[in-house]
């Protein structure tokens, strides 16, 4: 039998075209960073390392480094510290959010712990400190210490002492509670700990005293273990077969962390890092780059720009700068004062098939919308788009529909807008406050996050208040309806509920299949179907492999279906069931994977490379129809069962395909091995 079964295998081999080798269909991949060393365990000849709130692990013998993440070994993701426990032969990996994994540092296995996580706690529960006795860690809070033991994965106590403790430590039978607040403290172990009254007071405050890590820290400054530089991804754009993406996360009147400036491509699995010592150029701030447009043209040549002006780059480098002083770029207006060139506001950016790069010029005195061609900057100022004085504060999602015209957002709550630009008229058409739906009832929307355009050519606006999409010939009327799709509830009424109604949208893809993903701010992902009609999925950080639910940019690489999704706890993606279609499709683009299919796999066979709605059917060598249906977008799935969802035998299976008129199509084969 295992004789017939590697013949099998070899006429495969022989008799398939040539294999490539993909990511299964809802496979999820995470992208790391581990760039800013934070804190250092050794464990035996294991260097374990903390780095960008991320871990990695580092082999003394073999000099080989083995990184971690929610995909593959954790539980979470923004670790706050890690402390190992000799006598248990456990890390304690602590999140920010208070969960705890310990790793079993011998086999990786990994015990999640999540009561602390879990419970109910009145004040801060971040842990300040961590302190390892025996098989036990002790773990200082906001209202005192709790004792974990590391051998059975459980919380053995906790001693509530009713202030913040910074650490602790045990000498002479005695615990030390020292707290910056409230002094130090001391109880007898032999006491029961758990009575606030058996810990009294023996002296002020005293810090710890650190160890000393200097020559671990030298080696570790050394080692390369991959991923971006930074866990930023606020914006996002493939283009080129490859991923640009910066960190960004400013814009005019929302409150949001300021991050450094960064711009990362992902080419595969190889990230390059632009320069960013930038300041040292400029003379100027670096930070918040939130928007990152390669040339249409050319994948070497990339502006990006931000709260700090414009920047234009060459394999990496940069090459011009563009801000108030050098150019027609205007500085924002704060309460009537013009500043300086650390706020020169451009928050979008779109390089065009005729060379030119459109910008956008945020809460300037004149300037709004600007176009660079044969690097001359051209105005084209709108007096539509002012507002209080100034361009529009926060003018974002610039994007190009199949007509040939420009629309952007203003994701401000003061005015939040959509605008229409048609550059061979100069003409803008800017819609504000009041928005009404289909049924006249009026919308109040505060923020307008983006905009995108789908297969049909909708054109779909992300709110506050959920998703809603304007048809292609609304620009007749003076003021589009905003369509809110109604989902029949089916349950015996006449009633719907909108579509993620109520739900704080951030980012949109439209994936090939015309699908529409939705980012939000606080809920994770949602997939609707084509028809918008059913949620395919909602994935969250509880659910899924997700690192967060607080969704920043997502990105679809529509040749493999890969979704990127930019987190506020950084990257990671989802390969997706839809991708690019052929308008024919022959043997040298049509193909199955995995292929052979071993015993162990269970997921889904993936056929690829196929025209728009093909209609596909799988055979056996006898000619016995065992499945068939319609593609997604270019792709087609199957689980290996037949047309009674019994699970196929061994032997080759013929993919017969025709496109949605019925021309013939090609034929691929698949060897499935029991």
Not at 36 to 65: C, H, K, M, P, T
Not at 116 to 124: K, R, S
Request: with cysteine.
């Amino acid at each position: 039998m295992r004789k017939k079964i590697w013949i099998l295998l070899s006429f495969l081999i022989l008799q398939v075209a040539a294999f490539q080798s993909s990511a299964a269909i809802g496979d999820w991949k995470a992208y790391m960073a581990y760039s800013e060393v934070q804190e250092i365990e050794e464990a035996g000849n294991w260097i374990f390392v903390q780095a960008s709130s991320n871990l990695y692990a580092y082999n003394r013998n073999d000099q080989s480094i083995q990184t971690f993440s929610k995909m593959d070994f954790l539980n979470d993701c923004d670790i706050q510290h890690i402390a190992y426990n000799k006598t248990a032969k456990r890390l304690l990996i602590l999140y920010s959010n208070a969960n705890i994994d310990l790793m079993n540092t011998q086999n990786w296995s990994v015990q999640n712990l999540p009561d602390y996580y879990a419970a109910t706690i009145t004040g801060d529960k971040t842990i300040n400190g961590i302190y390892m006795y025996g098989k036990f860690a002790y773990l200082c809070y906001g209202l005192g210490i709790i004792k974990l033991n590391m051998a059975e994965g459980e919380i053995s106590d906790t001693y509530t002492l009713g202030f913040k403790v910074n650490w602790c430590e045990i000498r002479d039978n005695q615990i030390y509670a020292y707290s910056q607040e409230e002094g130090t403290y001391r109880a007898a172990l032999s006491d029961n700990l758990l009575d606030r009254n058996r810990w009294s007071k023996v002296g002020a405050y005293t810090a710890p005293k650190k160890e000393d890590k200097s020559e671990l820290m030298k080696l570790v400054s050394s080692l390369q273990p991959g991923g971006p530089k930074y866990n930023h991804f606020w914006y996002m754009k493939f283009i080129h077969n490859q991923l640009y993406t910066c960190g960004g996360a400013f814009l005019s009147g929302i409150s949001l962390d300021t991050r450094p400036g960064t711009i990362q491509v992902l080419n595969r699995d190889n990230w390059t890092i632009y320069q960013d010592d930038i300041r040292n150029t400029t003379g100027y701030q670096y930070q918040d780059i939130n928007c990152v447009e390669p040339d249409i043209h050319d994948p070497n040549h990339v502006f990006a720009s931000g709260r700090t002006g414009l920047y234009e780059f060459t394999d990496g480098k940069l090459t011009h700068y563009y801000n108030k002083d050098n150019s027609i770029l205007e500085a924002a207006v704060d309460r009537g004062t013009v500043l300086d060139n650390n706020y020169v506001l451009v928050h979008s950016l779109l390089s065009d098939e005729s060379g030119k790069l459109w910008i956008l010029n945020s809460q300037a005195t004149h300037r709004s919308i600007i176009e660079m061609k044969d690097n001359q900057l051209i105005a084209h100022d709108q007096k539509t788009l002012n507002a209080n004085g100034y361009s529009l504060s926060a003018m974002t999602g610039l994007m190009k529909d199949r007509q040939g015209r420009l629309w952007f957002v203003n994701d401000n709550h003061e005015t939040p807008a959509i605008v229409c630009y048609q550059p061979e008229t100069d003409e803008v058409k800017m819609f504000s406050k009041p928005f009404t739906n289909q049924d006249g009832a009026e919308i109040n929307l505060y923020y307008i996050r983006c905009i995108k355009e789908d297969l049909e050519h909708n054109l779909w606006i992300g709110t506050d208040q959920g998703p809603f999409y304007i048809t292609p010939h609304f620009l007749d009327d003076t003021q589009p309806t905003l369509t809110q799709v109604k989902v029949p509830r089916n349950d015996g009424t006449n009633y719907a509920d909108y579509l993620l109604g109520g739900v704080d949208i951030t980012c949109m893809a439209v994936d090939q299949a015309n699908r529409k993903w939705f980012g939000t701010s606080n809920n994770g992902i949602y997939l609707i179907s084509a028809d918008n009609m059913e949620q395919i999925h909602h994935f969250t950080a509880t659910n899924s492999k997700l690192l967060s639910n607080n969704i920043e940019s997502l990105a679809i690489n529509d040749a493999t279906g890969e979704v990127f999704i930019g987190t506020n706890k950084g990257l990671c993606s989802y390969m997706s069931d839809a991708t690019a279609t052929n308008e024919e499709m022959t043997q040298d683009n049509v193909w199955a994977y995995p292929n052979p299919v071993k015993p162990d796999y269970t997921g889904l066979i993936t056929i690829t490379g196929l025209s728009l709605d093909a209609d596909v059917k799988i055979v056996s060598t006898s000619g016995t129809l065992v499945n068939q249906g319609r593609s997604n977008g270019g792709t087609y799935t199957w689980n290996g069962n037949d047309l009674k969802g019994r699970r196929v035998a061994s032997g080759i299976y013929m993919v017969e395909t025709a496109t949605s008129n019925g021309e013939k199509g090609t034929v691929c084969k698949i060897a499935i091995i029991r």
